[in-house]
Structures are given as structure tokens and as C-alpha cells.
């Protein structure tokens, strides 16, 4: 608003001292930035009027989720309205390009308030959750000095895990085993079938050095991120050198889904 202001007075200027290119040039700065201001100031939540829309109503109601919702729904409205309106009056008036960035900034707005509400919601559902309360406690480790072939057929084939721990074998009691590395489809996938009767889980795995792990105390939003900065769809709970779980994306997901459906 202050540099479109200072815009108008640089053309009022121009204009009263005769310079049209300074004027024209004033002109165009001022009145760019003034669609900005008003656009960034429509209720439209996550732009900044939908941010001062949320506060309000998070202020009145004393409850963030709800009004994190009304506001990103007058954001969708407003992406609509922009979108269906805007390519409305750009095809009256004959201006294709018009139409085009209509559209293109109502499916934005549109688009960016559905996803803004659905983060909001997925760190609301996991804001006190732990990684241990959702990582999988039983689980099955593979040894290192089994072959490729032997671990295809035993937990590979007819089971819907994708990553496996590879720990030293128990020597009884109820210790945690020490974990050695992972193995996945996806090292599984670096040897062909030929290999596999003499290849090793300990060389086709992912190596301890090489993992992202966590803690049972981490908060299941962070372990989402590194879930879902890598390929793989399960990372090792450890305390210390020791395995204690295995978290899922599918675990973190069922969690999130069913929060989502208390707030519906």
C-alpha cells in the first residue's frame, strides 16, 4: 500500500511536471502494487486478509481448528469467484490472456486453501502424538548372513512389508536386538535373480550409517518428514544401538485419517 501510494504521488508528479515517461512508468507501480494489497487483503485464508479472518474467529470461538476451516472455505470461495469470474469478464471483453490468468490464480487460491487447512489439520492430529505411540512394536528382523533367495521366499513373498530390519540374531532374553541396517524392495531391486542364491542380506542392505532413524520419544510429525523425504516406507525406531520399533508411513497415515474424520 505505501509503495503504491508513493507511486500515485511520483505520477501526480510527473504528470503536473509534464514528464510522461516518469509518470507512465508511477502509474503502472502504483497501480500494480494496489491489486496486490487488495488481492493479499481478500478473506481468503492462507493469503493475509484470510489470516486476519482466522484470527478473529479463533478469537471469538477460542478454537484454532474451526476457524482454520471457515477461513480456508472463504478462501476456496474466493478462489472460485476469481477463477469462474475473472474468465467470465477476460472472454466478454475479448482478452483470452485475461481468462487464462484468471483461472490459473482461482485454481491457485482454490487449491493452496484446501492444502493450507489439510497441514494445519494433519499438525493439529499429530501435535502430542509420540512415535511411540504409533510405531509397531512386534516386528520381524532379518539376519544378516541370509541369502537373498531364502529371504524372498520367507518374508517376502505373501506378506505386504516392505522394509525390514536387519539386526544380529537373539541369543535369548528379552533384549532388543542392535541393529545392523535395513532391507527394502528397493535394495532388493539393485540384484538380479541370479544373484540371489549367493547374494547376502548384509551386502544388499542399507547400512546402520546410511539410515535416518528415530527416537520413541520423537513427535510423530518430525518422523513424518523424514518419512516422507525418502523413498522408503518404514524407518527404524532405536534407542541407542538398540531396535525397538519399526514405524510405518500406512501407521502414521491411518492415525492422521481417522483425526480427520473426528473433524469432518
Known sequence: MLIALAGGMLWWVGDRAEAEVVGALAAHLAMANAILAVFNLLPGYPMDGGRVLRATLWYLADDMLPATRVAAQVGQICGALIGVGGAALGLLARAPML????????????????????????????????????????????????????????????????????????????????????????????????????????????????????????????ALYILNAGPDEVIPVTDGPHLVGLLHRRDVAVYVQVQMARHK
Open 99 to 222: 481468462a487464462l490468468w484468471a483461472g490459473v490464480i482461482g485454481y491457485f487460491l482454490h487449491r493452496t486453501a484446501s492444502g493450507s487447512f489439510r497441514q494445519v489439520l494433519l499438525q493439529t492430529a499429530l501435535r502430542h502424538v509420540r512415535v511411540a505411540d504409533l510405531m509397531q512394536r512386534r516386528f520381524h528382523t532379518v539376519a544378516p548372513g541370509l541369502t537373498l533367495d531364502l529371504f524372498v521366499a520367507r518374508y517376502v513373498l505373501g506378506h505386504s512389508e516392505t522394509g525390514f530390519a536387519v539386526a544380529d540374531e537373539q541369543q535369548g532374553g528379552d533384549a532388543a536386538p542392535t541393529l545392523l541396517g535395513m532391507i527394502t524392495l528397493r535394495n532388493l531391486r539393485r540384484h538380479t535373480p541370479a544373484e540371489w542364491a549367493t547374494g547376502l542380506v548384509g551386502d544388499a542392505m542399507t547400512p546402520l550409517d546410511q539410515l535416518r532413524s528415530v527416537g520413541p520419544q520423537a513427535t510423530a510429525i518430525d
